[in-house]
């Protein structure tokens, strides 16, 4: 496509209900991350992936949240036991080769409110 | 890992002046500074980025500068406009496992 996509752009749930967030990586993009924004707060590093795999899961806040990408493609994160700390915005991003110096392309990320 | 640390927040200047943001790293090995800039309802997208072998950085409007001896990078926007109103994240890398670390981020005001 002609951007990263993230579905869905918004999202409300109870506390404790699961959560599945989407990303579509730029066509060809072998690197996938995700981030959190929290309100007035910098991007936290989540999770990145490179192909399939995930070299790097330290950023993942507990074991309520679990990542997964397949073909190389497309990206879910899923929040279990929904908290309201929460809530944030989600961003994804992908870049070329998964260089740390490559320019990054970010979604507009999925705002994520728990009740 | 990485610390990266900037500021100011939050800064309001009057439309035709300019505006300078800064950020300091913790890691003496790092050697790539982006900046991205995040519209409202949008995500982050990169405006310029400096490496260390070079000291300034020039696009325009918009300029870099790195001092690698005290660890400090700056942002300078001259002639500002009403559409250069965003939150700017500066980042820094060391091209090692950590990846990009981003300051906190800075909400640029342009009074009209």
């Given at each position: 496509g002609a951007g990263v996509s993230q579905s869905p752009s918004n999202k409300v749930t109870e506390k404790g209900k699961d959560v599945e967030l989407r990303c579509d990586p730029i066509s060809g993009h072998t690197a996938l991350y995700w981030?959190?924004?929290?309100?007035?707060?910098?991007?936290e590093f989540l999770i990145y992936f490179q192909g399939n795999s995930a070299p790097d899961k330290s950023g993942l806040p507990s074991d309520r949240f679990s990542a997964e990408r397949t073909g190389g493609s497309v990206s879910t994160l899923t929040i279990q036991r929904t908290q309201q700390e929460d809530s944030a915005v989600y961003l994804c991003a992908s870049s070329l080769g998964g260089s740390a110096d490559e320019k990054l392309f970010f979604g507009s990320g999925t705002q994520l409110s728990v009740l | 890992g990485e610390n990266v640390e900037q500021h100011p927040s939050t800064l309001s200047?009057?439309?035709?002046?300019?505006?300078v943001i800064k950020c300091t790293y913790s890691d003496s090995a790092s050697n790539y500074f982006p900046w991205y800039k995040q519209?409202?309802?949008?995500g982050p997208q990169l405006i310029i980025d400096i490496r260390s072998n070079v000291g300034e950085k020039k696009d325009q409007r918009i300029a870099v500068t790195l001092n690698k001896t005290a660890k400090h990078f700056s942002l300078h926007i001259t002639e500002t406009q009403p559409e250069d109103s965003a939150v700017y994240f500066c980042a820094a890398s060391g091209g090692g496992a950590d990846g990009l670390t981003f300051g906190k981020g800075t909400h640029l005001i342009i009074q009209p």
């Open positions: 981030y959190r924004q929290s309100l007035g707060q910098g991007l | 200047v009057q439309e035709g002046d300019s505006a519209e409202l309802g949008k």
